[in-house]
């Protein structure tokens, strides 16, 4: 099995369980439950449980879909016009799939990351919930993003890395 073939079915696993996730909480939500909370955690927007559980079920979905489907779109296109670093040398015939295999691969990972955030944020509404008055822990939820803003930079910049070096065999010598 592929790095690729384990990252797609860690992320459907992920899907998975934030779908039984949302089905075993739904039923014990209060309806109307606070959906929306300002800075200082406190309710301001109200919805149905039922409505809050579809929302979620169907962003799952959605990251699912985009995760899933978007990069093995990639493997069936003969020419690509993106705008890499360096993207003669990345997108030639004889790198190519190699390419579409590492781009895939951070898809993946984005998936994953965004599932497990997605998680984390509706446990933290049903914990809201759980208190009366609904208050939101507004720090974990700050510590929630901060972590997730921080796997975005890395992100990001492991794409560029990766993409605007050559490899060193390829690299123009100084020194001649």
Same mark, same amino acid.
């Given at each position: 099995?592929?790095?690729?073939?384990?990252?797609?079915?860690?992320?459907?696993?992920? *899907?998975?369980?934030s779908v039984?996730?949302?089905?075993?909480? *739904?039923?014990?939500?209060?309806?109307?439950?606070?959906?929306?909370?300002?800075?200082?955690?406190?309710?301001?927007?109200?919805? /149905?449980?039922?409505?809050?559980?579809?929302?979620? !079920?169907?962003?799952?979905?959605?990251?699912?879909?985009?995760?899933?489907? !978007?990069?093995?779109? !990639? /493997?069936?296109?003969? +020419?690509?016009?993106?705008?890499?670093?360096?993207?003669?040398?990345?997108?030639?015939?004889?790198? #190519?799939?190699?390419?579409?295999?590492?781009?895939?691969?951070?898809?993946?990972?984005?998936?994953?990351?965004?599932?497990?955030?997605?998680?984390?944020?509706?446990?933290?509404?049903?914990?809201?919930?759980?208190?009366?008055?609904? #208050?939101?822990?507004?720090?974990?939820?700050?510590? #929630? !993003?901060?972590?997730?803003?921080?796997?975005?930079?890395?992100?990001?910049?492991?794409?560029?890395?990766?993409?605007?070096?050559l490899p060193?065999?390829? +690299?123009?010598?100084?020194?001649?």
């Amino acid at each position: 099995m592929s790095v690729n073939q384990a990252l797609s079915r860690l992320l459907v696993l992920i *899907a998975v369980f934030s779908v039984i996730q949302v089905a075993l909480q *739904a039923p014990y939500l209060p309806s109307p439950m606070a959906v929306r909370f300002n800075a200082g955690g406190h309710a301001v927007g109200w919805d /149905t449980a039922q409505s809050f559980a579809t929302i979620n !079920l169907v962003i799952v979905a959605v990251i699912l879909g985009i995760c899933l489907i !978007l990069p093995k779109s !990639l /493997t069936g296109r003969r +020419r690509l016009r993106w705008r890499l670093p360096n993207r003669d040398h990345w997108l030639a015939p004889a790198r #190519l799939a190699k390419t579409i295999e590492y781009i895939q691969r951070q898809f993946y990972w984005h998936g994953i990351v965004t599932l497990l955030l997605l998680m984390a944020v509706f446990q933290l509404v049903v914990d809201a919930n759980a208190r009366n008055p609904p #208050l939101l822990d507004s720090e974990r939820l700050v510590w #929630l !993003l901060d972590g997730y803003a921080a796997f975005i930079i890395v992100w990001g910049w492991s794409l560029w890395r990766k993409f605007s070096r050559l490899p060193p065999d390829k +690299r123009e010598n100084p020194f001649g």
